[in-house]
């Protein structure tokens, strides 16, 4: 999918992310489809959040096991999100749902 046009919403699965390189391969594609490319670090992303690129700010991002990404994002995830947010984009995290564990009867 594309997101072209503002207000649109896009959706991150978190549990692929595990380093930079996942992530930017994620947004890249989430926004301009296969191989799509948003950007490989911070300030490229938020160039192309400035327009041209695919996505024209405001539109939402739904980031699905944020958990995991933060995780293995550590503090470079809140930077992610801090450029979104300056950027007028919505950050809405879905954290995984918590491990039940089995108990012995």
């Known amino acids: 999918m594309t997101l072209s046009a503002p207000g649109r919403f896009l959706q991150l699965q978190?549990?692929?992310i595990k380093d930079r390189q996942d992530f930017y391969l994620a947004i890249g594609e989430a926004i301009n489809g296969p191989r799509g490319y948003f950007?490989?670090?911070l300030d490229t992303m938020e160039d192309c959040l400035s327009g041209g690129f695919g996505a024209q700010p405001p539109f939402t991002i739904v980031w699905d096991d944020a958990d995991v990404s933060r995780e293995h994002l550590g503090c470079y995830f809140d930077k992610l999100v801090e450029v979104f947010i300056d950027n007028k984009v919505d950050v809405h995290h879905v954290n995984a749902a918590p491990k039940v564990r089995a108990t012995a009867t």
């Open 14 to 16: 978190g549990s692929w």
């Open 39 to 41: 950007g490989g670090d």
